[in-house]
Structure formats: C-alpha cells, structure tokens
C-alpha cells in the first residue's frame, strides 16, 4: 500500500475505532464520508453521467439491468486498499452496506443489486487486476479483480511450463471464482482453484488489512470457497501454479440421437469420471446431440487408444484431436479459438438474459432417462441446455472438510442447467418454465438431502437469507439454501462469520449468516 493509503487508513481507524456503529442508513453522510478519503473520480452516484455505464460495465446478466432493479446510491472504483479500507469504516458509520463486485458474472447479479429494497454501495475491483508471477517459486499473487484469462495469459507467457487450475470462462473475475471453489477443465488432475491457494490479502468488516498469518486459519480456510464476500473484501490471492506440458490436445466431437447420443451419454457417466486424471471430457446437451469436449494435458496419441476403449461408441479418431499450447487450450475452451490476446479483454463473452441451476450426480442415470431428456425436453421450442462436468481423478482424494467445497469423493459430475432468451421476443416466461420444470424432473435421479447445488452458479431459488434480529441473518434461516452449497461446511462456515462480522455487515441474499454461541450462566 502506498504511504498515502497508510496514512488514510490509520486515520479512519483511528476516527471510528472507538465509536458504535449506527443501526441506519445515511446515504448523504456515507457519500460525503467517502469523498472525503476517496477521489471523487472513482464515486459514481446516479447523479453521475457516467453512473450506468458503469453499473453496466461488467454486469453480464441482463435481467438486472431494469428499471425495477434495486440499484446501489454508489460505485466505487477503487485503486488501493486504503479506498476499500475507506468504503469499509464509511460504510459501517454510516449504515450502509457494501456489495463487491469483480467480474459481474454472479449469476442472481448479487454483486451489483439487491433482491429486496435497501441502501447499499457497491466497491468495484476492476481497477485492481495485478498479477505478478514467480517463477522459482511457482506462485503468483493476483488481483481480486483480475479475470481468469487475464491470469492465464499473464503465466503463460512469463513461463509456457506453468499454469493454473480454474474455470472455462476466461471473463470471470478471479475473485467471484474463488469465492466459490473454481471447478474448470484442469480439476481431475489438480483440482479446484481454492484448492491452490496459499495466502491472501483481505479487508475485514472493522477496514484492517489482514494476510493469513493474521487472520487465522478459520478465515483462511472460509474465504477459500465459502462465499467469501460474506466476509469481507479479498483484495488479492497468492496462488501455486502447476505445471503443465509443451503441447496439450483439444478434443471436440458432436453426436446426434441418430448417432447414438443417448447410449454415449448413458455410457459416459461411468467413463468420464474414471478415465486418467490428467484428461477431462465435459458434455453439452442441446437439442437433439450432445458435444464431448475434452482437454488431455498431453499428445493425441497418448489418450486416443485409451478413448477408443473406455468409449468406442463413441468412434473417435485422430482427426477429432487438435493439438496446440496450454494457452491456446485456454483459448479455445474460452472463446473457440486459439487466439490467446483475446483472453485479455475483459468484455467478450455474454450479455444477455438467462437462467442457471445445478445439480451433482453421485449414481448414473439411466438410459431410459436419458432417453426421455433427449426426446422431451429438449424438444421444447423454449429449451436451453446442460453442462455435464465429471469430477472423479484427484477430487475423489480431497476430504470434504479441506474447504468449504463440499462436493468431492462420489461426486460423478455436476450439471450446469442454462437457458436464455431476448428482450423483446416474449419467451421470458416459457424460457423460465423450462427450466424450472426440467429441474423439477430431475428431482428424482440427482443428490438428495440435500439437493446439492454449486454456489458459484447461484441460484435464489433454493432459498435466501431471511433477517428477522437487528438486521442480521439466522442461521436455521438460511441452512435450506447454505447445506446444498456447502453440505456439513456450512456450520463452520457460519461459525467463523459469527466471530469476524457477527454484526452481518457484508450481507446479501445468500451470504453466510453469523452463528453466535452466548455463555450461559
């Protein structure tokens, strides 16, 4: 930080460190608190002329970009940690609560709106995307509001033999995903991106700086995973990178029911799930075929003998292979091609109006079932489509209590259920039927007790936060929608909210709630 920062952060604590906190929002006093200790060049309010271009710049959801959205009094763009700091104490003397906001790909767009009317602000991390890699060390320190490309590209080309385990959409911010455990394409072999991380800076609901050493293991282990946001504001992330080889292979084939997709699908639950670690077959259900892409850290020659065997229906060839850079994988899985500069731009990728659930699948459906998906549902004039990503290889090895990503031996893969739709063409409503139907039939050969679901797909339908006790969350409250995310995580979780922010102060509609243990005489 620099010495200026230090110097606006010792003294705000310094201001408030003694003081209560008040119970009420006062958004003049807020505002004024911040341009006071924040250029007023990174506030925006809605009386700035650039104030929805901004709220726009990342938000990749468009069902929340509309007049009846419940908006923020202001964004801050903040450069240093000391405007963070800044936000934090101003927001907390002033009663108004802080969403942040990275790469704006939360999927209920939590990050920069509200589901119920109140007085929030929203810090935007874009301006703060460093990332310095090491390579003696493997390691990499990287901005909270760095993109997953921006960081694959960013240790490619400082070392070609490194890289780092996390999502396929490069536009992701990198710490939206980390908040949630980070699945990608690289998990059978290292697995999650949390599972990587080694340290990492922080604002605490009081505005101090913290790393790991001082802020305990508990709050390390939370924020790696376990909606971090509800913690606090993670400034950046100090990260063990991996090796990967000179030449890897990309592997995309696309069957249709004709073609036998029902029984390579059927077949693949049990294959994809088992095949070696260091290669990972995904799915893509749409319409009447499904696509098998796959990622194998290695030549063509090394896995296909492995893939005619495990799955010959499927009738590979070296021809479905295409061989290329890690990088340029990456690339591909990204934005379907091998142009790696792209990675860097922050805006590509989608902005439209959609729809995601999820689901985990510990025991294969059957064919029958299968068949029925692929000739009912995705039949439907308003049909979307599903991601099939197989765990297995070293998921299966980490104990469920290693972070809060819960979702790890038995787990055969997870489903990724999305549907779109446009503006102006009135298929919102069947778009939103679809999908909700098609998760309601699926009820019966997913987990069950709980449903299990993946918190970095956030869906508020399988609950929200209920405040009933001087606008803090309970915990019974929020255990239906926090033990499918985080299973038997979620009391730990709660238990380390209660002992870093027990005020709730960094809340939104499914951030963790304090779980508070009183003596009793």
């Given amino acids: 930080m620099a010495l200026r920062g230090l110097a606006i952060a010792a003294l705000l604590l310094v201001t408030f460190s003694s003081a209560c906190y008040p119970s009420f929002a006062t958004s003049n006093g807020f505002i004024q608190c911040l341009t006071e200790h924040i250029p007023s060049e990174l506030i925006f309010t809605p009386g700035s002329i650039n104030f929805t271009t901004m709220l726009v710049s990342t938000s990749k959801n468009s069902n929340f970009l509309t007049n009846t959205t419940v908006k923020p009094i202001c964004i801050v763009t903040v450069k240093d940690a000391s405007h963070v700091q800044a936000a934090v104490v101003c927001g907390r003397w002033n009663g108004v609560r802080l969403r942040v906001r990275s790469g704006g790909h939360d999927y209920e767009g939590l990050s920069y709106r509200s589901a119920r009317a109140e007085v ?243 025991r294969a459906i059957d064919k029958g079932v299968w068949h029925k998906i692929f000739n009912t549902w995705f039949t439907m004039n308003a049909t979307g489509w599903v991601m099939l990503e197989p765990h297995g290889g070293v998921m299966g090895t980490i104990p469920t209590e290693a972070t809060p990503y819960p979702h790890r031996s038995g787990v055969l893969y997870i489903i990724q259920y999305i549907v779109g739709w446009s503006d102006d063409d009135g298929s919102a409503s069947a778009a939103r039927n679809w999908i909700n139907n098609f998760y309601d039939f699926m009820a019966p050969y997913v987990t069950t007790s709980p449903r299990e679901a993946y918190v970095n797909f956030r869906d508020l339908d399988i609950g929200q936060n209920t405040v009933v006790v001087n606008d803090v969350s309970t915990f019974d409250s929020c255990k239906m929608w926090g033990e499918k995310y985080f299973g038997g995580n979620f009391q730990r979780l709660a238990m380390v909210k209660g002992k870093v922010d027990p005020t709730d102060y960094f809340w939104n509609e499914q951030s963790i709630p304090p779980l508070l243990f009183h003596a009793t005489r």
């Fill in 120 to 362: 929030f602000a929203v810090v935007d991390l874009a301006n703060l995307h460093t990332i310095a890699v090491c390579v003696p060390t493997a390691t990499a320190w990287v901005d909270s509001g760095a993109t997953i490309g921006q960081l694959y590209h960013a240790v490619a080309k400082t070392s070609p033999e490194l890289g780092f385990p996390a999502g396929e959409c490069p536009t992701i911010g990198v710490g939206g995903h980390f908040r949630g455990g980070g699945i990608g394409m690289m998990m059978r072999q290292y697995g999650l991106a949390v599972d990587h991380i080694v340290d990492a800076k922080m604002v605490d609901a009081n505005g101090e700086i913290l790393d790991r050493a001082t802020m305990g293991e508990d709050l390390f282990w939370a924020i790696r995973g376990g909606a971090g946001e509800s913690f606090g504001v993670v400034l950046s992330w100090k990260v063990k990178l991996v090796k990967v080889p000179s030449t890897v292979t990309m592997f995309r084939v696309t069957r249709t029911v004709e073609q036998g997709a029902v029984d390579i699908v059927t077949k693949w639950q049990d294959v994809g799930p088992t095949l070696p670690w260091d290669m990972n077959m995904m799915v893509r259900v749409q319409r009447q075929q499904a696509m098998f892409q796959a990622l194998y850290l290695g030549r063509c020659d090394a896995i296909l003998p492995t893939i005619t065997s495990r799955l010959p229906e499927l009738n590979a060839t070296r021809s479905d292979c295409e061989e290329m850079t890690w990088l340029e994988a990456m690339a591909v899985i990204g934005n379907g091609n091998t142009n790696t500069t792209a990675l860097l731009d922050r805006n590509v990728g989608f902005n439209s109006f959609f729809k995601v659930k999820s689901d985990y699948v510990r």
